[in-house]
């Protein structure tokens, strides 16, 4: 269920936390011999139906805002990924993710130009040095290390995702290190070209990279913290962009110790800095109760200003949903979604009726 699940599929996405097919040192390098059973193949197909109002002042900046997105039946995306998880005995392994479909392009990870039909979630290699409890090593594409949402559909509560999504970075080239220190605590630091946008090789610095760096916390069971769900995540991207005009993004989410079975709050916030004075501050709460064994409730409030992607002041987003599980592998999810603004001439609402199946 979403509750359950949420939490570590957000660590996962940023690196902190392995898990299938995202799990993670060769001695020598040697011809790759492929073995059937050791490669694993995921994916899901997502499909919608969504409808709208848009208002004149320009609409909101989610991520399928817009009249071209709604009023109409989406058939949104394939996402086929192949993978062979990184071995006990430190057999290195690899990730390629693809997305295929009309909202492929929206990645734009191509090297150049416009994005098309087939487009690369991720393409990397998971390599481990044998430091202490292990050094984990990810180098090629792979997803950014700050945010609460990210770019698969099967990973997010809402269909739509938020405002804080639309204002961080979502893939880097270069190379990333993830480290378990102890049972509680999960670092992750890494270079990757100063490139902000999606191209896939794109650099706006010639031999210039960026940073990135994060810090997860999650306390020990039998501790009330541990027991009632409690974390912390803090992430960090920054010096992307050009000498002139790099931007940093900052990234913090709490999960609240709720002690009421079935409730889970979690808090999150996204900062961003650019040296030509503009700004954004988005702010989110998240709220999940799960009703039955196949019903969750979901809400999802934001507020703030985005000064750099929409110009938009004193920003308010409400959503709510339920997801049903009414059949296998199937994620079934109804929202509504309604945003305003300073300045707008009407609120921006969306319903929505998605349907993710999972293999």
């Known amino acids: ?32 011999e492929v073995e059937s059973a050791s490669i694993e193949l995921s994916g899901y197909v997502a499909t919608a139906y969504a409808m709208g109002s848009h208002p004149a002042s320009g609409g909101g900046n989610t991520f399928n805002s817009g009249s071209g997105s709604t009023d109409k039946f989406r058939m949104d995306i394939v996402s086929l990924t192949l993978s062979k998880p990184m071995g006990e005995d430190g057999t290195s392994g690899f990730n390629l ?9 929206d990645l734009g ?39 609460y949402e990210v770019y698969d559909y099967s990973a997010n509560a809402f269909y739509e995702r938020g405002w804080g999504f639309a204002v961080e970075p979502t893939h880097h080239v270069g190379v990333k290190a993830d480290y378990q220190l102890n049972d509680n605590i999960g670092l992750t630091f890494g270079v990757a070209n ?28 039998g501790t009330y913290l541990g027991d009632n769900g409690f974390g912390v995540y803090v992430g960090a991207v920054l010096g992307m962009g050009a000498d002139s005009d790099e931007t940093d993004y900052y990234y913090a989410a709490v999960n609240l110790p709720i002690p009421v079975e079935g409730l889970s709050v979690d808090l999150a916030a996204d900062w961003v800095d650019d040296d030509s004075g ?3 501050e988005i702010y989110q709460v998240y709220a999940f109760y799960e009703l039955s064994e196949t019903v969750t409730l979901m809400g999802r409030y934001e507020f703030g200003d985005d000064d750099i992607t929409t110009t938009k ?10 997801d049903y599980a009414l059949w296998d592998g199937v994620q079934t999810r109804l ?3 309604t945003s305003d603004w300073e300045g707008a001439s009407a609120d921006e609402e969306s319903i929505t009726l998605s349907l993710v199946y999972s293999f």
Not at 9 to 26: D, H, I, K, R
Not at 313 to 322: F, H, L, P, R
């Open 278 to 280: 503009a700004d954004a």
């Open 1 to 32: 269920m979403i509750k359950t699940n949420k939490w570590t599929m957000a660590l996962a996405a940023a690196g902190v936390v392995t898990l299938s097919p995202f799990a993670q040192a060769q001695e020598a390098v040697a011809p790759a």
């Open 97 to 105: 993710g693809m997305w295929i479909g009309p909202e492929a392009s």
């Open 313 to 322: 002041s004193d920003i308010k987003s409400y959503a709510i949903g339920v």
């Open 194 to 221: 100063d490139y902000d946008g999606f191209n896939t090789n794109a650099t706006d610095d010639a031999g210039s990279v960026g940073y990135l760096g994060a810090i997860s916390y999650t306390p020990s069971e």
């Open 109 to 147: 990870t191509q090297d150049s130009g416009s994005g098309g039909t087939l487009e690369l979630m991720e393409a990397n290699i998971n390599m481990m040095v044998d430091v202490g409890t292990g050094l984990n090593l990810t180098a090629g594409l792979w997803g950014t290390v700050v945010g």
């Open 335 to 337: 929202e509504y979604m």
